[in-house]
T-cell receptor, first 116, second 117 residues
Framework: EAGVTQFPSHSVIEKGQTVTLRCDPI?????LYWYRRVMGKEIKFLLH????????ESGMPNNRFLAERTGGTYSTLKVQPAELEDSGVYFC??????????????FGPGTRLLVL | AQSVAQPEDQVNVAEGNPLTVKCTYS??????LFWYVQYPNRGLQFLLK??????LVKGSYGFEAEFNKSQTSFHLKKPSALVSDSALYFC???????????????FGAGTRLAVHP
């Protein structure tokens, strides 16, 4: 079974440019999450999809970030325009939908974003 | 407020010695607790989790963790460290009763484990 995949693995862009990150969850996982780790600090939650619906987007830092999950499969996270403080590692995770909240989130390798 | 603390930025251990990576948490209700590991140039890998039941949880690669409710701790342990255990370890908590988003994981800042030959 393939794990969570993310593309690209690295991205270097200039301030003001646009970047789009992609995440393909584990097949059959309806839950999809985005997290990011900035400057060696803790990993912080950004948002949560259940299928194509945004369940919780309380962690999105501002309106420069736009996440989509059309069709409930893969997801994209667009940053437009990028700022220096957006640099960090963006992780995607997926899990099966359950009723007990005991399910494990499985993470992808992350996308390392550097904004110059 | 929900939070996770990993008080040590780095832990140094000699190969063959026992290791402990510390984690304490703060949530409003009974927590679900997780440990993840990140090897160099790799993503986060799930190690183990505590949901309910026995306070000692066993996971992958010989790791275990002990849930201590009175001390609000969930320390990661291994009886005999290997050089290959050198990695970045993250503790995380989920508060299933938190109305502000009960599915999300709250992470600590991570602890770098260095195991020396």
């Amino acid at each position: 079974e393939a794990g969570v995949t993310q593309f690209p693995s690295h991205s270097v862009i200039e301030k003001g440019q646009t970047v789009t990150l992609r995440c393909d969850p584990i097949s059959g996982h309806d839950n999809l999450y985005w997290y990011r780790r900035v400057m060696g600090k803790e990993i912080k939650f950004l948002l949560h999809f259940v299928k194509e619906s945004k369940q919780d987007e309380s962690g999105m830092p501002n309106n420069r970030f736009l996440a989509e999950r059309t069709g409930g499969t893969y997801s994209t996270l667009k940053v437009q325009p990028a700022e220096l403080e957006d640099s960090g590692v963006y992780f995607c995770a997926s899990s099966q939908v359950g009723t007990t909240l005991q399910e494990t989130q499985y993470f992808g390798p992350g996308t390392r974003l550097l904004v110059l | 407020a929900q939070s996770v603390a990993q008080p040590e930025d780095q832990v140094n251990v000699a190969e063959g010695n026992p290791l402990t990576v510390k984690c304490t948490y703060s949530v409003s209700g009974n927590p679900y607790l997780f440990w993840y590991v990140q090897y160099p140039n790799r993503g986060l890998q799930f190690l183990l989790k505590y949901i309910t039941g026995d306070n000692l949880v066993k996971g992958s690669y010989g790791f275990e963790a002990e849930f201590n409710k009175s001390q609000t701790s969930f320390h990661l342990k291994k009886p005999s460290a290997l050089v290959s255990d050198s990695a970045l370890y993250f503790c995380a908590v989920r508060d299933p009763w938190f109305s502000g988003g009960y599915n999300k994981l709250i992470f600590g800042a991570g602890t770098r484990l260095a195991v020396h030959p």
